[in-house]
């Protein structure tokens, strides 16, 4: 059977939306089912992000523009190595997802992982060994801009286990290249 990245046009995939929604889960099992690698945007994250975030303040623009440049520029990078590369990265507004895509050179697909704040909230609470405090959580929701219908995306609601939203994942993926031949 041939890799399923050559089956789908979108080389680049942000696998996005705020912390505790499950990006990197998905993002892991999503990559494995497509045959392509994974990298995790809060790798990226200077120091002095972290230690921002670590105490419970959240990031400004400034903070972010760098960490999005070299993610950006890391996805081209790994596509060009292997075919494609899937992300998580939170991209929680518009401009932070146009600066991936100028950063990155082409065309960026996001999956947004959507839910509620109470069901993201008790997920977060369940998890350990993450920098980014519950109390954040708010924050999130309030910087979140949902991609608008003139943006590459899925939305995907977050209710499900991880197997099966990657099933949904890649029939849509799949469903997009049928309807794109």
């Known amino acids: 059977m041939a890799a399923d990245h050559e089956r789908h046009p979108s080389r680049l995939i942000v696998v996005m939306g705020v912390a505790g929604c499950g990006k990197?889960?998905?993002?892991?099992?999503?990559?494995?089912?497509?045959?392509?690698?994974?990298?995790d945007a809060d790798e990226f994250h200077p120091p002095a992000n972290v230690a921002k975030m670590s105490r419970g303040v959240p990031l400004t623009d400034a903070d972010r523009w760098p960490w999005l440049d070299n993610l950006g520029a890391a996805m081209q990078a790994h596509a060009d190595r292997t075919g494609g590369v899937v992300t998580a990265c939170s991209a929680l507004r518009r401009s932070y997802r146009e600066?991936?895509?100028?950063?990155?050179?082409?065309?960026?697909?996001?999956?947004?992982?959507?839910?509620?704040?109470?069901?993201?909230?008790?997920?977060?609470?369940?998890?350990t060994g993450h920098f980014m405090p519950t109390g954040l959580l708010d924050s999130q929701f309030a910087t979140l801009e949902p991609p608008g219908p003139d943006e590459n995306h899925l939305k995907i609601d977050i209710g499900p286990g991880v197997p099966t939203l990657v099933e949904s994942i890649h029939n849509q993926l799949n469903d997009r290249t049928e309807t794109e031949k």
């Open 24 to 39: 990197s889960s998905v993002g892991i099992a999503l990559a494995r089912r497509l045959g392509q690698p994974f990298i």
């Open 99 to 127: 600066r991936l895509i100028m950063a990155a050179g082409e065309s960026i697909l996001f999956i947004f992982l959507d839910g509620t704040q109470a069901l993201i909230a008790e997920r977060m609470a369940a998890r």
